[in-house]
């Protein structure tokens, strides 16, 4: 949430149109407005150019020459997205008491308490030590840049959300996720929690901010690619990312690393699992308990902001996995913590690289997914989803080269996106729409129907096809879009005569699965495959769907409105 990109002596002397352009690439982090401060070569001035709205085709005023900026794009929690507001929990009471010292307030942002606070440190401590000072008194996650417009010095203070430092021999680049650096330079450091750097022309200094005292900088190389973070032709990075499962997804179903031995050895040995999640990752968790249950382990998916009631029951044997696109989703790191101080092991799911729950974890199963710039999860959602199925495979020695044939096969079939193209169409001036599945399609319906709130901004509402006649059918109307997720299972006749209910009251049957059935009105064809892995065709349906509907509806599906893509604030 929010996006930080700096730059220490810019080689190329365009420092204000460089961190322009590594602020683009993190717009996905918040877009409710964005700004960039310059420091001038031939004077002490620092140069402001701040603006509300998207940054995507944004242009800077701002000079050339420079060598040294730092920028921010913001998604605002605290104060309406205007030009004087373009994150800290107790800046109410920080406010007050800065008041009370005559500091005069120009924005309602909770950020503006932060630069005050290092001016009030600063009458008495050089800016170093006032930063550090001033950030001790911060609650919250923040990562905070602060640039001395006399001497040039950066400062960079993290606590809970993101930052990275990228080198090369000549310059320093500061910022939020390590995509935006990928076309500058693969040699990085993730900075930890309660960690500071000293920035300037010459050299880094790494600090602990609790104590003060200097740490060893180790430095480490990430092996993504820039072009993976641009779109490659495809007209969003969703409709890209989506496209890409069609090899990503077998690459985790088919890698055997040591730490997915060792996680399946330790659920033999009866570790119990649990998930904690969020967002789609927590639909990931809850179809991991249909995946353990085919093993016949009991295991229980938590939502990360739910945890706290149950973490006394972590112990010794149980085995946390924490699962997160980005690594750095606050509410999943605190719910891991509560469980690490019990005794748990963690098993970090991520696809991400350096992220705060990697450093928590005692395994790693990198999904490995590749950058995925929409805010919208398709393709690391998947990649996670198959971590668990590729555990299933291990400790049930089972092959899953057939369903990865004809996966790969049919995401990429021109027939599948014209088929739900001309679904979607039926689907534009819809205000309601209700989806049902039952065992793994549950929480299949689940995603389905967050893809299509996220991307289309449509009420899509998902049931387990057995809630039906416990109130949910009073919602059918005649006309409502039901969607009704099947697979050749044995289960298929029920799920069918749930679609015959709606039907019946009037709904508008969307029916995907492998077969067709007079009760559909419309049918989005699936591939025949065992019960456990029809989630991935219907997912990837739900990802088409939403994505063909929330173009046609004139959203932006890579940036849907009031979203961020990493959630760093509780």
């Not at 960079?156 to 910022?175: D, F, H, Q």
């Not at 990928?182 to 920035?199: G, H, P, S």
């Not at 009631?309 to 606050?330: C, M, Y």
Request: proline share 3%.
């Amino acid at each position: 949430m929010c996006g930080i990109f700096g730059i220490i002596n810019d080689e190329k002397k365009q420092a204000a149109q460089t961190v322009l352009d590594g602020l683009k690439k993190l717009e996905y982090r918040g877009y409710d407005s964005w700004g960039i401060a310059l420091k001038t070569s031939d004077s002490n001035e620092i140069l402001l150019d701040k603006h509300i709205g998207k940054i995507g085709n944004a242009v800077t005023n701002l000079p050339t020459g420079g060598t040294i900026a730092i920028g921010h794009t913001r998604w605002a929690t605290h104060g309406g997205v205007t030009d004087a507001n373009a994150h800290v929990e107790n800046y109410q009471e920080l406010q007050s008491e800065l008041r009370h010292k005559k500091h005069q307030f120009i924005s309602e942002t909770d950020t503006e308490v932060i630069a005050h606070l290092i001016e009030e440190e600063a009458k008495t401590k050089p800016l170093f030590l006032a930063t550090l000072t001033a950030f001790k008194k911060l609650v919250g996650s923040n990562a905070i840049v602060v640039l001395d417009g006399k001497t040039g010095e950066v400062v960079v203070c993290r606590n809970g959300s993101p930052v990275v430092l990228g080198v090369t021999k000549e310059t320093t680049y500061i910022a939020s996720d390590a995509t935006a650096l990928l076309d500058k330079t693969n040699t990085v450091y993730f900075m930890d929690d309660n960690e500071a750097a000293y920035i300037n022309k010459s050299y880094i200094e790494l600090f602990s901010i609790d104590t003060e005292k200097a740490k060893k900088l180790v430095l480490q190389k990430i092996d993504w690619k820039a072009q993976a973070a641009e779109k490659g032709g495809f007209a969003h990075f969703a409709l890209k990312e989506i496209s890409e499962q069609s090899t990503t997804i077998p690459h985790v179903l088919l890698k055997r690393s040591k730490a997915l031995s060792e996680v399946a050895e330790l659920i033999k040995e009866g570790y119990r699992p649990i998930m904690i999640a969020c967002g789609s990752a927590s639909y990931c968790g809850l179809a991991a308990q249909y995946v353990f249950a085919d093993l016949g382990i009991d295991s229980t998916n938590y939502g990360g902001y739910e945890y706290a009631p149950f973490a006394r029951l972590a112990t010794d044997k149980t085995l946390v996995f924490a699962i997160s696109q980005s690594g750095e989703t606050a509410d999943t790191i605190l719910a891991v913590k509560e469980a690490k101080k019990r005794g748990a092991k963690i098993v970090g799911v991520i696809n991400a690289q350096g992220s705060t729950l990697e450093r928590l974890s005692d395994y790693l199963l990198p999904v490995e997914a590749g950058p995925e710039i929409a805010v919208v999860s398709t393709k690391a959602f998947t990649a996670q989803l198959a971590t668990f199925f590729a555990l299933h495979s291990v400790i049930k020695n089972d092959d899953p080269s057939t369903f990865i044939n004809e996966f790969s096969n049919w995401i990429q079939s021109k027939e599948l996106h014209k088929t739900i193209l001309d679904c979607a169409k039926h689907l534009l001036k819809s205000e309601h729409i209700y989806l049902i599945g039952k065992h793994i399609n549950y929480p299949s319906a689940l995603e389905f129907a967050l893809k299509l709130k996220e991307t289309s901004y449509i009420h899509a509402e998902s049931f387990a096809s057995g809630e039906l006649k416990h109130g949910v059918i009073s919602l059918i109307q005649p006309g409502t879009p039901c969607i009704v997720l099947t697979a050749h299972d044995d289960i298929y006749k029920e799920v069918i005569s749930s679609a015959i209910e709606l039907k019946s009251r009037g709904g508008m049957i969307i029916g995907v699965g492998p077969d067709t059935n007079q009760a559909f009105d419309f049918h989005i064809k699936t591939h025949a495959t065992g019960n456990l892995y029809s989630i991935f065709y219907n997912v990837v349906v739900g990802q088409l769907l939403g994505y063909f509907v929330g173009v046609g509806r004139g959203a932006d599906p890579d940036k849907p409105r009031n979203l961020a893509k990493s959630v760093t604030v509780k």
